[in-house]
């Protein structure tokens, strides 16, 4: 099966494929083309069946889950054609942080304080963050996707570029769906399998989603006190320190030693955090280099340490980050997603909630 799916991809890009599109023979061409990838899928389909099968997922629940999976071009398409990052934070944050959000998170926040008070205290994480998170996955629960997940990642491990990625989550999604959380037609996503109010990708879920009321149910599309919690257990997992902010913004000296600040693009989070480790001092030594507050003033005078990042470059924001930039960059390894983050957690604390 393996080998006629290369010989079909390999078809694809040749001369003589190319050839019948340039030629009368487009509409056969297409309809042909059209019909071999129907084949091919529903093929694939029985092979991860079967695939499944072997690592003891029932029959029953096989054919339930994929009763009616389909193949979406649309999410291929998306797959290969994310958009390049053409912003810089000064343009990315009004754009992703709009007065409207803080203006929803703030109310959000006031809304389930109660709760968000009550998961806060017992995961050590501070609701604000929670709330930020939120916000910008899914707009407070408002946009999580209608994709179905097992087409969504049926369909991306179809298309070969990270099968064994994406294999790897639909046996998360099975597991799932084998534990009750959630049923087939309920279980909704992005066009690449992330969920619920918090878009978890269902390994994700697996390993981060908690029953946040006790009733025997992980349930991150619609329940409250499961988005929250699976959320705050999600940061704890990776390291988050409710003593700490997130960091802050600051102001280099002239002629500052930019090979103190992580590299820009290091290429993996294993390598970033490797930077981390070279580059992170104490703030009284960051001070001590000339370091200072946006606003000019003297950095905080705790005993904590931080790294230098540059989300765009040294002429763009500069920012001390905290420990707990790791928990978030974990979430999502981008400068960009992290700032907006934070920046949407500070506008929740400050002025404080009434």
Same mark, same amino acid.
């Given at each position: 099966?393996?080998?006629?799916?290369?010989?079909?991809?390999?078809?694809?890009?040749?001369?003589?494929?190319?050839?019948?599109?340039?030629?009368?023979?487009?509409?056969?061409?297409?309809?042909? =083309?059209?019909?071999?990838?129907?084949?091919?899928?529903?093929? =694939?389909?029985?092979?991860?069946?079967?695939?499944?099968?072997?690592?003891?997922?029932?029959?029953?629940?096989?054919?339930?889950?994929?009763?009616?999976?389909?193949?979406?071009?649309?999410?291929?398409?998306?797959?290969?054609?994310?958009?390049?990052?053409?912003?810089?934070?000064?343009?990315?944050?009004?754009?992703?942080?709009?007065?409207?959000?803080?203006?929803?998170?703030?109310?959000?926040?006031?809304?389930?304080?109660?709760?968000?008070?009550?998961?806060?205290?017992?995961?050590?994480?501070?609701?604000?963050?929670?709330?930020?998170?939120?916000?910008?996955?899914?707009?407070?629960?408002?946009?999580?996707?209608?994709?179905?997940?097992?087409?969504?990642?049926?369909?991306?491990?179809?298309?070969?570029?990270?099968?064994?990625?994406?294999?790897?989550?639909?046996?998360?999604?099975?597991?799932?769906?084998?534990?009750?959380?959630?049923?087939?037609?309920?279980?909704?996503?992005?066009?690449?399998?992330?969920?619920?109010?918090?878009?978890?990708?269902?390994?994700?879920?697996?390993?981060?989603?908690?029953?946040?009321?006790?009733?025997?149910?992980?349930?991150?599309?619609?329940?409250?006190?499961?988005?929250?919690?699976?959320?705050?257990? =999600?940061?704890?997992?990776?390291?988050?320190?409710?003593?700490?902010?997130?960091?802050?913004?600051?102001?280099?000296?002239?002629?500052?030693?930019?090979?103190?600040?992580?590299?820009?693009?290091?290429?993996?989070?294993?390598?970033?955090?490797?930077?981390?480790?070279?580059?992170?001092?104490?703030?009284?030594?960051?001070?001590?280099?000339?370091?200072?507050?946006?606003?000019?003033?003297?950095?905080?005078?705790?005993?904590?340490?931080?790294?230098?990042?540059?989300?765009?470059?040294?002429?763009?924001?500069?920012?001390?980050?905290?420990?707990?930039?790791?928990?978030?960059?974990?979430?999502?390894?981008?400068?960009?997603?992290?700032?907006?983050?934070?920046?949407?957690?500070?506008?929740?604390?400050?002025?404080?909630?009434?």
């Amino acid at each position: 099966m393996i080998n006629l799916l290369k010989r079909f991809t390999s078809f694809k890009k040749s001369s003589a494929f190319k050839l019948l599109l340039s030629s009368g023979c487009v509409l056969f061409a297409a309809g042909s =083309y059209a019909q071999m990838a129907k084949t091919n899928f529903e093929q =694939y389909i029985d092979d991860i069946k079967v695939e499944a099968q072997e690592k003891g997922f029932s029959q029953a629940l096989l054919d339930s889950s994929f009763a009616n999976v389909q193949y979406h071009k649309r999410a291929v398409i998306a797959d290969k054609n994310q958009p390049e990052n053409v912003e810089t934070l000064d343009t990315y944050l009004p754009k992703r942080v709009p007065d409207w959000k803080i203006k929803r998170a703030r109310e959000m926040y006031k809304k389930h304080q109660v709760l968000l008070n009550q998961v806060g205290e017992q995961y050590g994480v501070q609701p604000r963050f929670i709330v930020a998170l939120w916000g910008l996955e899914t707009n407070f629960g408002k946009i999580m996707g209608n994709y179905n997940v097992i087409s969504a990642l049926s369909t991306l491990a179809y298309e070969g570029r990270r099968e064994a990625f994406f294999k790897k989550q639909i046996w998360a999604a099975l597991t799932i769906l084998d534990q009750g959380h959630i049923t087939i037609d309920q279980m909704k996503g992005s066009w690449a399998g992330a969920m619920g109010q918090n878009q978890f990708m269902p390994t994700s879920f697996v390993s981060y989603a908690v029953d946040g009321d006790g009733d025997g149910k992980k349930d991150i599309w619609g329940n409250q006190a499961d988005v929250f919690s699976s959320m705050a257990n =999600y940061l704890k997992k990776e390291g988050w320190d409710d003593n700490l902010t997130w960091g802050r913004q600051v102001k280099l000296p002239e002629n500052f030693d930019l090979s103190l600040a992580i590299p820009k693009n290091t290429g993996s989070r294993k390598k970033w955090l490797a930077a981390w480790s070279k580059t992170e001092k104490s703030l009284a030594q960051w001070q001590a280099l000339g370091i200072r507050r946006a606003d000019g003033t003297n950095l905080p005078n705790v005993d904590v340490t931080a790294a230098l990042v540059f989300p765009d470059d040294e002429k763009g924001r500069v920012y001390l980050a905290y420990d707990n930039y790791k928990s978030l960059m974990h979430w999502n390894l981008s400068y960009y997603f992290v700032s907006s983050v934070g920046h949407l957690s500070d506008r929740i604390k400050f002025p404080p909630v009434k």
